[in-house]
């Protein structure tokens, strides 16, 4: 059972696991493996980079990549930058995308560079969207900035207060009776799922479990 006092960025749960066990591999990906300490570091780079390019409090970050390490680390660092996380389809067209990021109010886009194509053809019309980070580089294509570079500028770390009511992530339903619309998830629903699921026996997840994820991570069930 999680025990919450008080407000909780989802985050955090990510660095009481680094703090109580720095070197366990937290993520095994193509035989790397990233340990909880290594993972929480780039959180707080990802998070600083983020704050640098004016994300703050309640700011949306679009996240459009398959199953790679960025997506964790954006997915965390933009909420311990305050955030909310909009994870989107890497199957969905120009159209859809452009929809959703405007529905949302994107300010930030985090992509790999196989759909830098997608994002881009719709970018300009997108009034809030102020950056396009792509997962990789540098060098990157003309009207993005490489993700790598931002993360080493060594900007300081934000101290971004939370409450179970802020927002965590906004997923857009795929849209198949009418437009996708955003289902919004505060950090209080979700922390409440994980305890939920902690509590069924033979669920919860023990410090020794291997997790394989078959799943792609932008599905809300993953």
Do not use: W
């Not at 025990?3 to 990906?29: E, H, I, Q, T, Y």
């Not at 390019?53 to 996240?63: F, S």
């Not at 990021?101 to 560079?113: C, H, I, Q, S």
């Not at 906004?170 to 209080?188: D, I, K, N, Q």
């Amino acid at each position: 059972m999680l025990r919450r006092d008080g407000g909780m960025n989802l985050a955090d749960l990510l660095r009481r696991s680094a703090n109580g066990a720095p070197a366990k591999p937290a993520l095994v990906f193509r035989g790397r493996s990233i340990p909880y300490d290594d993972l929480d570091e780039r959180v707080d780079q990802t998070a600083a980079a983020l704050a640098e390019l004016g994300v703050g409090h309640g700011d949306r970050v679009a996240l459009l990549a398959g199953n790679v390490p960025e997506f964790v680390s954006t997915l965390y660092g933009a909420m311990r930058a305050g955030a909310a996380v909009c994870p989107l389809n890497i199957a969905l067209t120009s159209e859809e995308v452009g929809y959703i990021l405007a529905d949302a109010g994107a300010k930030v886009a985090v992509t790999e560079m196989a759909s830098l194509p997608t994002l881009l053809a719709v970018s300009d019309r997108l009034a809030d969207l102020q950056a396009v980070l792509a997962i990789g580089g540098p060098p990157v294509p003309a009207r993005t900035i490489s993700l790598e570079e931002v993360l080493a500028t060594g900007a300081p770390v934000p101290r971004v207060p939370t409450t179970d009511t802020d927002l965590a992530v906004v997923a857009y339903t795929a849209g198949t009776t009418a437009a996708p619309r955003g289902a919004m998830l505060s950090h209080g629903h979700l922390l409440a799922n994980l305890e939920q699921m902690s509590a069924v026996p033979n669920l919860g997840v023990a410090p020794d479990d291997v997790v394989l994820l078959a799943l792609p991570l932008f599905l809300i069930y993953a």
